[in-house]
Every structure is written in C-alpha cells, then in structure tokens.
C-alpha cells in the first residue's frame, strides 16, 4: 500500500507537477467573475512566473542536491563479501521492443559496478530491481534489462545473483537480505547514484546489512555552486531529483523504513 501511496503522491507532489496544477488553477481564478477572484488569479500567475524565472536562472536545484551527494563519500574496507547493486531506471518495456538493455542516468551505476566487480574478483555480486512502475507494462522486468546490460559490458552474469521482486528501496532491502541473509560481519559495497545514497544506506543497515557507500551518477562537483545559467528544464530535473529525495527519507522515517531521518 505504501508503495501505491507513494506513487500516487508523487505524480500531484512533485515541483514541476506543482507548478502547472497552480498554474492551471491560476488562469481560472484569472477568468473568474468575480474581481476579487481575478485579481488573485493574476496575481498568482505573475508569481509563478517569477518563481520559473528565479528556477531557470539560479542553481536551486545544485544548492539542494549538494548536501544528498556529499553525505556519503565512496568507502573502499580491506575486505568486501559483497556488492550490490540497486536498480534505477531501467526500461523493461524499451528493452523488450528495441531488443537491447535500455536504461538512462543508472547506467553509470552499471559502469561503477563493473570497475568493482574486477577489483574484488572474489566477492560475490548482486542486482536488486524489480519494477518501479506502478503498472508494469511489460514481460521483463528490471533485473531482466540488468542481466543483458552486465553481461554487454563484460560482467560474467554467472557470477550475479538477481533479486527482482523488489519495488523501491526498502524492498531492495529486506527482499535481498531474504535472499542473502548477511551478518553483520560482511563487508558489502552499495552501488547506486549518489543523491540517493542516504537513503539506501539508512534502509540497508536498518534491514540487517553492513554496508559502505560506493556513489556514482554525481549531478554536482560537491561545493556550492554560484554558476547562473538559463535553463529551466536542466535545473526543474535537478530539484524533483532532490525534493523526491527528501521527501522520501521523511517518509521513511515516518514509515519505521529507516532509524534517522538524516543518516550518517
């Protein structure tokens, strides 16, 4: 249910969802009939207006990105049981029309993964996705799309162990430690973007692993950037990347997913 709530949420939640549902709603208090509604109406357009501009022309969505991928710097113990990999954003249905693994931003999860499968050629492997749609609309899944990837990079699928029954990253989790039942002395490596490494660090150790941050997909340099740029759609992903965030460590906190709302 959380899941099917979360989803939901999102899709009238996020920034630039927000943004055109106040926008729509301004242009009919602007064609109202009454004056007082009018006057609201434009005046709400006027600030949207702005706020876009203000989005379009400063870094918002670096200044908030920044502390997600600073919290985790890249962690190598002397020994590594494991490394796991979590699924992005693969596209199982792309994949199964196009005949090829087809993914966006997450495949430099899959280049990150490979470099580390070839420096602990002893440690075990494993991909953990399964779909993150609401309503899957194809055969494969996304640990599917992930075993043609890995091995067109040169990552011996045999070694991988696939979890795909898992929907976000609390069932990344618990369905792989299910899987795998680690202990507490294991070294695991955790693959995944590193804005969302906050969050999967706090949901995997909450179920049970002892895991080292291994970040990649870096959308910042790491210091606050003064950089004034006009461009609305490159800086509106960068903040429904980071707010889906931190919406998501409340809510997983609120949930009992995780131990601290902040994790460290």
Not at 24 to 52: H, M, N, W, Y
Not at 121 to 143: C, E, I, N, R, Y
Not at 168 to 191: D, F, G, M, R, S
Request: charged share 20%; net charge neutral; glycine share 6%.
């Amino acid at each position: 249910m959380s899941f099917v709530l979360s989803k939901i949420f999102w899709v009238f939640f996020s920034p630039s969802n927000v943004l055109v549902l106040l926008l729509l709603l301004s242009v009919f208090l602007a064609t109202a009939e009454r004056p007082g509604l009018q006057s609201l109406g434009r005046k709400l357009c006027f600030d949207i207006a702005f706020l876009l501009f203000f989005m379009a022309i400063f870094p918002v969505g670096d200044w908030i990105l920044t502390p997600l991928e600073n919290r985790f710097p890249p962690v190598r113990p002397a020994h590594v049981d494991g490394i796991l990999l979590l699924g992005g954003d693969e596209k199982p249905s792309f994949t199964e029309k196009r005949g090829q693994p087809v993914m966006y931003e997450s495949a430099r999860r899959y280049i990150a993964f490979a470099a580390l499968a070839r420096q602990y050629p002893q440690a075990k492997l494993v991909f953990t996705g399964g779909s993150g749609l609401l309503t899957p609309d194809a055969k494969v899944k996304d640990a599917d799309v992930a075993r043609q990837a890995l091995g067109s990079i040169g990552v011996p699928v045999d070694r991988v162990i696939f979890e795909d029954m898992s929907r976000n990253t609390y069932e990344n989790a618990i369905k792989t430690a299910a899987l795998l039942h680690p202990t507490l002395q294991q070294n695991w490596l955790l693959v995944t973007s590193a804005w969302h490494m906050p969050r999967a660090m706090a949901s995997f150790r909450k179920a049970g692993w002892n895991v080292y941050a291994a970040p990649t997909d870096y959308m910042t340099s790491g210091e606050v950037s003064s950089r004034l740029q006009f461009d609305l759609e490159g800086h509106m992903s960068e903040i429904n990347i980071a707010l889906h965030e931190y919406y998501g460590l409340l809510a997983y906190r609120l949930m009992g997913y995780t131990d601290t709302l902040w994790p460290k």
